[in-house]
T-cell receptor, first 116, second 108 residues
Framework: GAVVSQHPSRVICKSGTSVKIECRSLDFQATTMFWYRQFPKKSLMLMATSNEGSKATYEQGVEKDKFLINHASLTLSTLTVTSAHPEDSSFYICSAPGTGLSYGYTFGSGTRLTVV | AQRVTQPEKLLSVFKGAPVELKCNYS??????LFWYVQYSRQRLQLLLRHISRESIKGFTADLNKGETSFHLKKPFAQEEDSAMYYC??????????FGGGTRLMVKP
């Protein structure tokens, strides 16, 4: 079935640095990728939707200059957390919609970001 | 705006007991609803879709448009069912909105 590979699974960075998270669709083309953030003991909150070849759509309250999203190809979408701060520490998950009759969503394994 | 509500954050049952995880939604259009499960240290994965009306791992869920609910049920819980369960709604724009999640604990 469809697989989304997300890397890194865990990253610790210093305040002020930038971190890039990659999501690749391994055996299908993902023209759309959803980026979620999950706070401890909370549900997933949609941050933005990336579309191959066009600008990402950000949800209200999400800083587009802080969370840079690039969907460079049909198999790769990246989220860059720029000038990270401790409050950006969270669990970030990407997801791509399925196709055809098996219309579900495939999730990456998530990235635990800790900013110190 | 669409909204998905899972009123119980934690549900604890004994093995063999029936289990029902509640999910209510609000959406002005025709909803597509899903249940996702996240086992410990694993990624989110699809459990059920309402359009397929299937039973997976003994779980079923029926969409009740009158009550705007999509409760997940299983007649006899197993210890391996212990996990985090998320109800989700897909809108016409292909966007998923998740409920807050319910942690199911099945005790031996």
């Amino acid at each position: 079935g469809a697989v989304v590979s997300q890397h890194p699974s865990r990253v610790i960075c210093k305040s002020g640095t930038s971190v890039k998270i990659e999501c690749r669709s391994l055996d299908f083309q993902a023209t759309t990728m959803f980026w979620y953030r999950q706070f401890p003991k909370k549900s997933l909150m949609l941050m933005a939707t990336s579309n191959e070849g066009s600008k990402a759509t950000y949800e209200q309250g999400v800083e587009k200059d802080k969370f840079l999203i690039n969907h460079a190809s049909l198999t790769l979408s990246t989220l860059t957390v720029t000038s990270a701060h401790p409050e950006d520490s969270s669990f970030y998950i990407c997801s791509a919609p399925g196709t055809g009759l098996s219309y579900g969503y495939t999730f990456g394994s998530g990235t635990r970001l800790t900013v110190v | 705006a669409q909204r998905v509500t899972q009123p119980e954050k934690l549900l604890s049952v004994f093995k063999g007991a029936p289990v029902e995880l509640k999910c209510n939604y609000s959406y002005s259009g025709s909803p597509e609803l899903f249940w996702y499960v996240q086992y410990s240290r694993q990624r989110l994965q699809l459990l059920l879709r309402h359009i397929s009306r299937e039973s997976i791992k003994g779980f079923t869920a029926d969409l009740n448009k009158g009550e705007t609910s999509f409760h997940l049920k299983k007649p006899f819980a197993q210890e391996e069912d212990s996990a985090m369960y998320y109800c989700a709604l897909r809108n016409a724009g292909n966007m998923l909105t998740f409920g807050g999640g319910t942690r199911l604990m099945v005790k031996p």
